[in-house]
């Protein structure tokens, strides 16, 4: 499988709340525990871990849709690309190599699998729309097929035992992606994630830790994993999520309703300047889409197909326009073909 063969099924659009709620992801933490975590381990302990994980995709049918990418054998635009798709973190990206890091994924990109990053396996489910139980109920079932094959590191105690104290316990992190220009217009962004701090749970940018906010895309989570069941955290991030997506709804109505002609101004001249501009910034593209993303949700633009709208989030980006190209391009040489690209999607192939 290639790097550009993982379709993603989370980009079209499909799913409750879509309209906000981009993507839903589970993802658990595990160790193997035979091996010590990847950060101390040696390289044969590392290549032992891929190769109990390559003997599954022989031992179990249910594993037949899988291949194992090993990131040292991929070039650095295709790490980055993986990480575009949400399927690798950046630093897997950086040191998989160094770690004999792999990932195992299926071309749908529901179920993907990063080895060797942080700790010996992430397991990952992505769903569009707010889907975190129907997530949940996917990697479940998947986890339960790995240890029957797999004798994971676990502690009476403490539940599974991994790399960084944070993820010990049930090793689940949920999230939930969420698009919210109207409390960001609103200036209200700022309050709703400090409420959402207050009841444990922690908001990220489009890739996670340590990345900002672009085009007002959100990535709530949780911040414990010790003491409440996976059902429980699920539960409450879903419901959070839900009030996220009722303000987000009610501000947009708000806005319209204070500022309509004004609102409406920025969203037709935003979709006008992704029709027409011959060059486009990755950043101003996607504060752009955004506002078209709203005025097709809103009615004030015509509909266009959010399948289309979500691929772009992930093709405008600088690994894929490279991939796609078929070699490595300049800032600016990205930012023609990211308008031609972004132009021929809106336009139909308009030059």
């Given amino acids: 499988m290639k790097v550009e063969d993982i379709k993603l099924e989370w980009l079209k659009g499909k799913g409750p709340n879509s309209n906000i709620a981009v993507s839903s992801r589970i993802r658990l933490a595990r160790n193997l525990k035979a091996y010590p975590f990847p950060s101390v381990a040696k390289r044969s302990d590392l290549e032992g871990v891929v190769k109990e994980i390559r003997e599954l995709l022989h031992k179990d049918p249910y594993f037949k849709p899988f291949s194992v990418l090993m990131l040292?054998?991929?070039?650095?635009?295709?790490?980055?690309?993986?990480?575009?798709?949400h399927l690798i973190s950046p630093d897997h990206a950086n040191n998989g190599d160094k770690r004999y890091g792999a990932l195992l994924v299926e071309e749908e990109g529901v179920l993907s699998m990063m080895i060797n990053e942080e700790d010996h396996l992430r397991i990952q489910c992505f769903l569009g729309g707010l889907q975190l139980s129907e997530a949940w109920r996917i990697i479940d079932q998947f986890d339960s097929i790995l240890e029957k094959y797999i004798d994971y590191a676990f502690d009476e105690e403490f539940g599974y035992l991994t790399s960084c104290p944070t993820n010990v316990g049930t090793g689940l992190r949920a999230s939930v992606m969420l698009h919210l220009p109207a409390l960001t217009i609103a200036k209200k962004i700022g309050r709703v994630i400090e409420e959402l701090s207050k009841l444990g749970l922690t908001v990220r940018g489009l890739y996670g830790e340590g990345t900002g906010a672009i085009g007002n895309l959100y990535q709530i989570s949780n911040q414990i994993t010790l003491g409440?069941?996976?059902?429980?955290?699920?539960?409450?991030?879903e419901k959070i999520a839900l009030r996220v997506i009722e303000e987000e709804e009610l501000t947009r109505k708000h806005i319209l309703k204070l500022k309509g002609l004004e609102l409406e101004d920025s969203i037709w001249r935003a979709y006008g300047i992704l029709k027409h501009a011959r060059l486009i910034s990755s950043k101003e593209a996607m504060e752009l889409l955004s506002k078209v993303r709203m005025g097709v949700d809103m009615g004030i633009l015509p509909a266009i197909d959010k399948n289309k709208l979500n691929e772009l989030i992930i093709k405008i980006r600088p690994a894929h326009l490279q991939l796609s190209i078929g070699k490595e391009l300049s800032p600016e040489e990205r930012d023609k073909f990211r308008a031609d690209l972004i132009r021929s999607s809106f336009t139909g192939g308009e030059k």
Avoid: M, N
């Fill in 228 to 237: 409440p069941s996976e059902e429980e955290v699920v539960d409450k991030i």
């Fill in 72 to 85: 040292g054998e991929l070039s650095q635009i295709e790490r980055e690309a993986l990480v575009e798709k």
